[in-house]
């Protein structure tokens, strides 16, 4: 008879959990009085680990819940090709594909509720009133054989037409009772459509490379006649396509970042710089591009059609250099040269006055606005020019002491960096192009840093014409005019792979990674394969590939190096004294990297440390290595080199269900578990006792709210050495929910400082031990001046001064 073991987990509103462990034998009822709970969760352990069973919401108390084994997917083998869902058309139900040979289905009561879900391997009947009752599965009136290995998506045609589309990676085909029809296709992943007539002969089709297609179902009368394919462009990878009308097409991404949409370009190589102006002072729109080269000044203006035609300017120097342009009042143009300034009309475009830089001095640098020109001719000399109609005066000459004091840098690249002001969205941002495009703009009173979409970019400037309004000109290996997606903070961008990544890692030498992946199966029958691959880190492209064996997964990757090994790299769990550590179930196990007789080297295991429920991740520092259990919280193990042993230092008796676990220094370990908490627990060598020192103390508690998956060492910025925040050691976390945060460890003067402030801003709804808000901290600056005044005075600190320690906190991340 088999025995069933049970864990229920009551939420309380206070964060706190309440958890109880049973067993059963046969379905039965759990009987539950609890008072004051949020939610219960109702988990079975099993052979497989941890499976969770019911989880629901729970509002003043609850009597009695049910427990049906066979809820319990214990021998379920999941889907080859990734769990999927549906919901019935009218909200009647919710199926689920997620294990081979299993439905479930989830149905919804008449008032919207969603009810108990049951498993089925035989079919679902929805009935009008809401209830669900299984029926068996038959056979449909017409089926189709032969069709592309990688065929995922299915799309219904409508009448008159009907049939189905089955969208693969190498084929479309059509087909219905009594016609079948098929195109190749080039190699692809369709992830989304859209359907654009209502009798449903064309449609849109979005793949994973964010290539945007048209499907045409051709048909005389009602009578298929075959399929057409055209490509229409390049869009953001789509995850839902929607046809509006008149040709506009909705589509819905995941992107996320800085991209510039490409209207126009043209090839132009060599640009030095690049600049934009207006025929007349009062007009709304730029007429002129003009292009610096090393020893020429070329000029592009916008024609009657719209064009872009290359012209002259008369009262400009084609032969020389250009070092800066710029519009002037009084429909003036300007033009700055290493020996001159020029001012020219903009109707006549006739040369007006010119100012020449003095003997033995070039002009190395210039800027200018409307009415002034500021110079620099080298050595600290600095003049200052003023522009009238037609006139150029010099108005001062000045020289610069040395060096500028109060320098604060930050590196956006390694090649020479050029900056351009241009307005987007009513806010003016600056374009630092380099051969890593960055723009920069203020939030909150400070400066931030987006990359942009871009390879490299040598020059850029705004260009606002009636046929481009609001664009940027960007020169590169060509010119391109485009405009430029809304600015974010952080720019992500996605490298198709055509599989499932399940594992990666970095290794800085080769400059690759290395990835763990499973390959999408071509058919039912063929069974999953999981490869190794190494992708060069820049350009990622495919560098090697090593199939693994039959029903052998990876599951971990590290890219270590032993100690006395030649040049080179293993891929494993952790590194650890020149050795491998690797956690294996409920053991840690060390392995070695020994020379045989022969000359060649194998991995021998030296030693091992048993007594864990399940070790998910391992962290060491030193001779110390900090294990993350699944239910038994942290443990801290030491190897002793002599004996050549693992033995366990201590462990937090806490009974956490843990996600993740990082080292913060000698001492401190930070740990996230399953109810969306992190604390820390400290080594206590200081103890009197055997029993006192075997114990890790909790020492603090945070409540996130985010299911943390993985911690790292590391800063999501550059951190200058000299700021004084440079020295902060931080931790990044990722969460199930694709949050990124940082865990900073403050000094303590620094965290009784902000511990202050925290509670002059707000109260925390859920009390926090040695932790602070961060995101509450910063808010600080987002502020009215009458509140941060009121604040400042309940700290004693000036608003000046605490704008500036706040504003070094946000860069920590």
């Known amino acids: ?227 057409k394919i055209e490509l ?88 020389v250099q250009t070092l800066f342009c710029h519009d002037a009042v009084y429909n003036q143009l300007l033009q700055v040269t290493s020996s001159s300034v020029r001012l020219v009309s903009s109707i006549s475009r006739e040369l007006r006055d010119e100012w020449n830089a003095p003997s033995g001095y070039s002009i190395n640098v210039a800027t200018a606005n409307a009415t002034q020109i500021l110079l620099a001719t080298g050595g600290g000399h600095l003049v200052y020019l003023e522009i009238g109609d037609g006139k150029l005066t010099e108005a001062k000459h000045a020289q610069l002491d040395g060096e500028l004091t109060d320098r604060k840098k930050v590196s956006l690249g390694t090649q020479p960096i050029t900056l351009r002001t241009f307005s987007s969205k009513n806010s003016t941002h600056v374009f630092a192009a380099s051969d890593r ?95 190794i691959r190494l992708i060069d880190d820049q350009t990622f492209d495919f560098i090697s590939t090593y199939p693994l064996d039959t029903f052998e997964y990876g599951c971990s990757k590290l890219s270590c190096s032993f100690s006395d090994d030649i040049n080179g790299a293993v891929y494993s769990l952790n590194a650890f004294n020149g050795k491998l550590l690797a956690a294996i179930n409920q053991k840690i196990q060390l392995y070695k990297w020994m020379l045989r007789e022969d000359g060649t080297r194998e991995v021998q295991s030296e030693c091992g440390h048993h007594g864990h429920i399940l070790a998910l991740y391992v962290q060491t520092h030193g001779d110390f290595i900090s294990v993350c259990d699944l239910m038994k919280s942290i443990s801290l193990l030491i190897y002793k080199h002599e004996e050549g042993a693992i033995e366990e230092r201590a462990r937090d008796y806490n009974a956490n269900w843990m996600s993740a676990v990082e080292i913060l220094d000698d001492d401190i370990y930070l740990g996230a578990e399953n109810n969306f908490n992190l604390f820390t627990v400290r080594k206590n060598s200081e103890g009197t006792t055997d029993e006192e020192r075997g114990r890790l103390e909790v020492v603090g508690e945070y409540h996130l709210g985010e299911f943390v998956n993985r911690f790292r060492h590391g800063s999501l910025v550059m951190r200058s050495p000299d700021s004084d925040v440079g020295q902060i050691p931080t931790v990044i976390f990722g969460t199930v929910n694709g949050v990124i945060g940082v865990v900073a460890s403050l000094p303590h003067e620094q965290y009784i400082f902000l511990e202050k402030l925290q509670s002059s801003l707000k109260k925390r709804t859920a009390e926090a031990n040695n932790f602070l808000d961060g995101d509450l901290i910063e808010s600080f600056l987002d502020l009215s001046r009458g509140k941060m005044e009121e604040i400042s005075k309940a700290v004693n600190v000036s608003v000046e001064e605490l704008s500036k320690r706040v504003e070094e906190l946000t860069r920590l991340h």
């Not at 052979?47 to 003043?60: F, H, N």
């Not at 190589?269 to 007349?280: D, E």
């Not at 090393?294 to 000029?299: D, G, L, P």
């Not at 970019?457 to 430029?484: Q, R, W, Y």
Request: net charge negative; charged share 20%; hydrophobic share 40%.
């Open 1 to 227: 008879m088999s025995v069933w073991n049970y864990v229920v987990t009551a939420h309380k509103p206070t964060n706190a959990t309440h958890s109880c462990v049973g067993n059963f034998t046969s379905p039965q009822e759990l009987n539950l009085i609890v008072a004051r709970c949020t939610r219960i969760e109702i988990s079975l352990l099993t052979q497989q680990g941890l499976q969770p069973m019911l989880d629901v919401p729970i509002y003043g108390r609850i009597a009695t819940l049910e427990l049906f084994r066979p809820h319990v997917n214990r021998i379920g083998r999941p889907t080859d090709n990734g769990q999927i869902g549906i919901i019935d058309p009218y909200c009647r139900l919710i199926g689920l594909h997620l294990y081979d040979g299993l439905f479930k289905v989830i149905s919804f009561d008449n008032k919207g509720q969603l009810k108990e879900a049951f498993n089925s391997s035989k079919g679902v009947e929805a009935h009008q009133d809401g209830d669900a009752q299984q029926e068996d599965f038959v056979e449909g009136p017409w089926s189709q054989n032969n069709l592309d290995n990688g065929a995922d998506l299915l799309i219904p045609v409508p009448p008159p037409l009907c049939g189905v589309l089955f969208i693969g990676e190498e084929t479309v085909v059509y087909c219905n009772a009594n016609t079948f029809k098929a195109i190749p296709i080039k190699p692809s992943i369709t992830k989304a459509y859209g359907r654009v007539d209502a009798d449903g002969s064309r449609y849109l089709l979005g793949n994973h490379a964010g290539l945007l297609h048209l499907l045409v179902i051709t048909h005389e009368k009602e009578k298929v006649t075959g399929l």
């Open 232 to 319: 229409l462009g390049e869009t953001s990878i789509a995850s839902t396509i929607s046809y509006l009308d008149n040709a506009f097409i909705f589509i819905g991404s995941i992107r996320n970042g800085i991209g510039i949409n490409e209207q126009a370009s043209v090839e132009l190589q060599g640009v030095k710089g690049m600049w934009s102006l207006r025929s007349s002072t009062d007009d709304p729109f730029d007429t002129f591009l003009v292009f610096s080269f090393i020893s020429e000044t070329r000029i592009l203006a916008m024609n009657l059609e719209d064009e872009l035609v290359e012209t002259e300017i008369d009262g400009f120097n084609s032969q």
């Open 437 to 531: 495009p960055t723009v920069i703009y203020s939030s909150s009173k400070k400066l931030l840093y987006s990359n942009v979409n871009l390879k490299e970019v040598s020059h850029m400037c705004p260009f606002n014409s009636a046929a481009f309004p609001d664009s940027l000109a960007i020169a590169k290996e060509e010119l391109i005019i485009g405009t430029i997606d809304d600015i974010q903070k952080l720019h992500i961008r996605t490298i198709p792979l055509g599989e499932h990544a399940r594992r990666i890692c970095h290794q800085e030498q080769s400059r690759t990674f290395a990835i763990c992946s499973l390959k999408n199966q071509s058919s039912a029958d063929e069974s999953e394969m999981h490869l």
